[in-house]
């Protein structure tokens, strides 16, 4: 059973930086293309950033573009997202999702951690 389970997020003053953590378990997960995620209250899930199964193919949406970085370490199963110059249009829960190569939908997601940014 695949799990992903996410960690890092708190509240921070605008401005200031967290890092985001997702710990998977039960897959291959070298070969998945990772995603970050969030959902502000109201307002739809949307795309963050995403990161191929090597690392050398990164995507971000143009709101965080600069700001944000994704990356992985296939040894330790885990995927971040460093934010930096964090604003308080970043708060959100922040979801990580998994899925396989060619497959465009994500197949898996975490739980979900919470950042609130204070301006």
């Known amino acids: 059973q695949v799990q992903l389970i996410e960690s890092g997020g708190g509240l921070v003053q605008a401005g200031g930086s967290l890092r985001l953590s997702c710990v998977t378990s039960?897959?291959?997960?070298?070969?998945?293309?990772m995603g970050w995620f969030r959902q502000a209250p109201g307002k739809e899930r949307e795309f963050v950033a995403l990161?191929?199964?090597?690392?050398?193919?990164?995507d971000y949406a143009d709101s965080v573009k600069g700001r944000f970085t994704i990356s992985r370490d296939n040894a330790k199963n885990t995927a971040y997202l460093q934010m930096n110059s964090l604003k308080p249009e970043d708060t959100a829960v922040y979801y990580c999702?998994?899925?396989?190569?060619?497959?465009?939908?994500?197949?898996?997601w975490g739980q979900g951690t919470q950042v609130t940014v204070s301006s």
């Open positions: 039960g897959g291959t997960f070298s070969s998945w293309t």
């Open positions: 999702a998994a899925r396989r190569p060619y497959v465009t939908k994500y197949e898996h």
């Open positions: 990161i191929r199964w090597s690392g050398g193919t990164v």
